[in-house]
């Protein structure tokens, strides 16, 4: 019961820190797209054609925004990090606490995933609304005369980045949750690795971001592929596996306090 209380004291301290930058960076996601669609839209010559949604959606840079808000997100979370060992040296603080040292790695490890659901959230929302402000505008060109029925659903159907962001099978949620672990265990063990100079954990770090990176450009481009669903079992379980490396490695570094 003491663990977890200081587990919790940590996570809501480390969560207030997040809070303002993660509320802009929701924001951002949410109102930018809708921005963005509005101005794509709003092309007569397009409209005429009667663009897809989920083509109008990329070629608005929707996508490119969310890979930027993601980056910054990353960025953050490493920044919050090194704030530690700068200036005052926080990090020697938080290791005299009266509690486990795992507490301070999961606390921030925690915050850090919540923080990209929050991210990944603010996503379908503004997926969501900005399908309502294309169907107003297809409706007010047509005056009316346009009747679109499970639009949306259809557009997730035939969209490879909105799957990516909210899969419709068991094989792809598994890729998903594994892309979201190794993203987030995968930038915390490369931080913890430069702090200990230990720079051997940097290859499974390279591997893990090939992995990452073949799963991501396959499941952005799978209208090219033919194979089954069963194809992404592999590199699933494989990032599943160094993403419990990478915890597993940085829990041993801060108990022996190699981190400070």
Not at 63 to 86: D, E
Not at 212 to 224: G, S, T
Request: proline content about 2%.
């Amino acid at each position: 019961m003491i663990r977890l209380n200081g587990l919790y004291r940590l996570l809501n301290h480390e969560f207030s820190r997040w809070l303002r930058f993660i509320a802009l960076l929701c924001a951002a996601a949410i109102i930018v797209p809708l921005l963005l669609l509005h101005s794509a839209s709003s092309d007569s010559g397009e409209l005429t054609a009667h663009p897809r949604y989920e083509d109008l959606y990329a070629a608005s840079g929707c996508p490119i925004l969310f890979l930027l808000l993601l980056t910054l997100l990353c960025a953050y979370f490493l920044i919050t990090i090194y704030r530690g060992y700068w200036s005052g040296k926080s990090i020697y603080t938080y290791l005299t606490l009266p509690v486990r040292r795992e507490s301070l790695y999961f606390s921030k490890l925690f915050v850090f995933i919540a923080c990209l659901l929050l991210l990944l959230a603010a996503q379908l929302i503004s997926i969501h609304l900005g399908y309502a402000i294309f169907e107003h505008q297809a409706r007010s060109v047509y005056e009316g005369k346009l009747v679109m029925h499970n639009g949306l659903f259809l557009a997730f159907v035939r969209s490879d980045f909105f799957r990516l962001l909210l899969p419709f099978s068991f094989s792809r949620a598994l890729s998903s949750f594994s892309i979201l672990a190794v993203i987030a265990a995968g930038f915390y063990y490369g931080a913890l690795c430069e702090r200990c100079r230990r720079y051997e954990g940097f290859a499974a770090i390279a591997a893990a971001g090939y992995l990452l990176y073949r799963a991501v450009a396959y499941r952005l481009n799978e209208v090219n592929h033919y194979t089954s669903p069963t194809g992404l079992y592999a590199s699933s379980l494989l990032m599943l596996a160094l993403s419990g490396l990478f915890v597993w490695h940085s829990l041993w570094l801060i108990r022996r306090g190699a981190v400070a």
